[in-house]
């Protein structure tokens, strides 16, 4: 592969994903032409499109092609909708576990105007993401619950000491680049075992970043720290479903979940942009969809994977990109009605573009 381009793959995923996602390659091409970054990109079908044209929600040589990229744009997947089958799987854990995606990377972000809580923040939660309490993450067959009588119902959390000093890792790096500040969150009074795990190797992790300042709260505590005081925190690690939970909870500080976007790493070289929020099937195809999550993870994207394979027009690419949101976000013409707006998402996508010139 040339030095300066990078194949990436486009999944459109369902409902608004058919909007955003498209609207994130129209971004990133416009500033990729101003750097000569080129990139070759791969359309794959995938969720309920591709079950109604190739019978599977994920395809058949799809995870085989998408092996083969540097990495990939997932749109939002509304698979609660999809009807019963044996083709119509959510295609999302399989891709994460196919591609060891184990670190999710949610930065939250305050924009003056929009309707935020705080003007001050500015973090970043990495969620460990192939563990804990979610069932189609912790076993490898089966499902983490299960209901021996009508009347019980058990769910296991699984951690490991391989994922906890991982995750703790990825988060020790972005914390190195940033203000070199990272707070593990956890609950190890009463989860003595699991969360003690997770914060032993957290602090086995940090040993080999003594440039890194570590400190940790109780997850419930810093539940409520994040709404009174944001700017107190940078970089923060915790497991799987209180990143989940939390990284909610620090979007709505900053206008809601159109402003979260999401990043998911792994152990090889693929990366996975991936907005935080769900496929909204209640406002598709009425131009109303926030385009902004799926934009910012998308040049997340294009960021890492420049730093990683050390492509200068990829990380400039991804300086354009950044420039020109922030001036639409600043401008109330060129917004969507969620964040204080007049206007739709292709009116946003286009004030994007111009502004990248």
């Not at 409902?15 to 416009?30: K, L, M, S, T, Y």
Request: aromatic fraction near 4%.
């Amino acid at each position: 592969m040339a030095a300066s381009s990078l194949t990436l793959g486009v999944l459109d995923g369902d409902d608004i994903g058919h909007e955003i996602v498209p609207a994130a390659v129209a971004v990133i091409r416009a500033a990729a032409a101003r750097t000569g970054l080129r990139i070759d990109w791969r359309p794959m079908p995938i969720g309920r499109r591709a079950l109604d044209t190739h019978g599977s929600t994920l395809p058949e040589g799809t995870l085989e092609a998408l092996g083969q990229m540097d990495g990939f744009i997932l749109g939002p997947i509304g698979h609660r909708a999809y009807p019963k089958g044996p083709g119509a799987i959510n295609p999302h854990p399989i891709l994460r576990k196919h591609f060891d995606l184990y670190a999710n990377v949610r930065p939250t972000r305050s924009y003056p105007g929009i309707g935020c809580l705080h003007d001050d923040v500015d973090l970043v939660i990495v969620r460990e993401n192939n563990e804990g309490f979610q069932p189609d993450r912790n076993v490898v067959a089966g499902s983490g619950e299960f209901r021996p009588t009508d009347d019980v119902t058990i769910s296991v959390r699984v951690i490991t000491r391989r994922g906890s000093n991982r995750v703790a890792r990825a988060a020790l790096e972005i914390a190195r680049h940033r203000r070199k500040r990272l707070t593990f969150v956890h609950k190890d009074t009463v989860f003595k075992l699991g969360c003690g795990m997770f914060v032993e190797e957290c602090r086995k992790a940090a040993e080999d970043y003594p440039d890194v300042t570590v400190d940790d709260v109780i997850v419930d505590t810093f539940a409520m720290r994040l709404v009174r005081d944001p700017g107190s925190f940078d970089v923060v690690v915790t497991t799987n479903m209180f990143g989940d939970i939390l990284s909610d909870e620090a979007a709505g500080l900053v206008g809601g979940l159109g402003m979260a976007p999401g990043l998911c790493l792994g152990a090889g070289r693929i990366a996975m942009a991936q907005a935080t929020h769900g496929s909204a099937p209640d406002i598709a195809g009425r131009d109303l969809a926030n385009p902004y999550a799926m934009i910012e993870s998308a040049r997340m994207l294009v960021e890492w994977l420049g730093r990683d394979r050390g492509i200068e027009a990829a990380v400039e690419t991804a300086r354009l990109v950044r420039t020109a949101l922030d001036a639409a976000i600043a401008d109330p013409e060129k917004r969507t009605g969620d964040i204080g707006g007049r206007t739709g998402t292709r009116g946003m996508t286009e004030a994007i573009v111009a502004a990248i010139g």
